[in-house]
């Protein structure tokens, strides 16, 4: 009766509620801090991801709990010196990556 | 209890049992790493009564050319389990870290390949890792060929045997990679795939360098996370399968390609091909 209409695609990237892939291990190789995910069947299949500085503080930051957008701006404020709409450009790139990769989850 | 003693990539490695030493021994190429005497550092332990028992199912592959299969898992007590065929079993358990124990192989053609990784198990933990590998000596120096299975490894090293001056094969399939007072080193090893190469020897990497078939030759060289990438695939396909194992390989692959240059090479089977990566590696440090 009382219909509302909410802006589906606002709703779909800042309220969701998120999570790191449990089974994500970062290992320093050389200095360099890597996502392995081994491909259930062929062993060339295996994927290598590398963190840069920001994208394993936001995973530092944000692994074993449940996270919005919102938690990963704010850890890149309190981290780094950029305004507002930088982090959140930085964090939705990051969260889109992780995403493709399978490192994220909802 | 029947044993002897082998040298295999700087380890001694005891085998013993009563029934299957002499199928391990009549293995092509086993013998070609026989010693005399000296303190095991790893003890096979053939014909052990094992337990069939459940396990936690880890990974699974084909085996004899594909009409049975290995499972890998971990048993209760936490130990490395693996089943090759319907009953043959291999059990490690890394508390006692030099020690593996095999049931008697249903197929004498599994002896192979359970020794293979009856030597890896250990091995990893000793700094020891089999590498899926055509590998070729020039001037002292390793060159190893990597790349999945059909991707022109052994053709590529067979190039440079007849191309190259000074040349000779180390290992077709499988030589084992270990830092070597600090120093990344390829030994031959009793595991050479079709190709009858077995070679008490060691020389320093000179490279590694990863194949890919092209329409040009080219090579690239590449940086830590790809040579990483490069090197990984090429590494026993279980150690993946578990975190500890993982732990352990990374921290081995770091090792190595910290020291090692590590190379793409996408090309053609000709003499190019042997001629661009041999001036690359030899002629331009």
Redesign the interface.
């Known amino acids: 009766m009382f219909g509302r209409r909410f802006d589906s695609a606002q709703l779909h990237t800042t309220r969701e509620a998120m999570r790191i892939n449990e089974q994500m291990?970062v290992?320093?190789?050389?200095?360099?801090n890597?996502v392995?995910m081994?491909a259930a069947g062929k062993?060339?299949m295996?994927k290598?991801v590398?963190l840069n500085e920001s994208a394993l503080h936001l995973y530092n930051s944000l692994a074993g709990r449940p996270f919005e957008l919102s938690d990963a701006v704010e850890a890149l404020l309190r981290e780094y010196d950029v305004d507002e709409a930088t982090a959140r450009r930085d964090a939705e790139a990051w969260i889109a990556e992780m995403r493709e990769n399978g490192l994220i989850t909802d | 209890m029947a044993e002897a003693l082998l040298n295999i990539a700087d380890l001694n490695v005891r085998f013993s049992g009563d029934i299957s030493l002499e199928h391990a021994l009549n293995i092509p190429g086993m013998r070609t790493f026989l010693i005399p005497d000296g303190a095991p550092d790893i003890e096979v332990r053939l014909d052990h009564p094992l337990q069939a028992a459940p396990f936690h199912e880890v990974h699974r592959f084909e085996i004899a050319d594909g009409h049975s299969e290995c499972r890998v898992g971990i048993d209760a007590e936490g130990a490395y389990i693996y089943q090759f065929g319907a009953s043959s079993l291999l059990r490690y358990d890394e508390r006692r870290p030099g020690e593996v124990c095999l049931s008697t192989m249903e197929q004498a053609s599994y002896l192979r390949f359970a020794l293979w990784v009856a030597y890896s198990l250990p091995g990893l933990r000793m700094g020891r890792v089999p590498v899926h590998s055509s590998t070729v000596v020039h001037d002292g120096r390793a060159v190893m060929c990597l790349g999945e299975s059909g991707t022109g490894k052994s053709t590529h090293t067979r190039l440079w045997l007849k191309h190259i001056p000074d040349c000779h094969l180390l290992n077709d399939d499988s030589p084992i990679v270990a830092l070597r007072d600090g120093v990344p080193t390829a030994y031959g090893s009793p595991w050479s795939g079709k190709t009858h190469c077995y070679r008490q020897e060691h020389f320093p990497i000179a490279a590694l360098l990863r194949l890919e078939q092209r329409p040009e030759n080219r090579i690239r060289r590449l940086g830590t996370v790809e040579a990483f990438s490069a090197l990984q695939p090429s590494c026993p396909p279980s150690f993946a399968q578990d975190e500890h194992s993982l732990d352990l390989l990374c921290d081995f692959i770091s090792g190595i390609i910290s020291l090692t240059p590590a190379y793409r090479l996408g090309c053609l089977p000709d003499e190019g091909a042997a001629r661009l990566s041999h001036h690359t590696l030899f002629c331009n440090p």
Request: glycine share 6%; charged share 25%; net charge neutral.
């Open positions: 291990k290992r320093s190789v050389v200095g360099e890597i392995i081994p062993v060339d295996t290598v590398a």
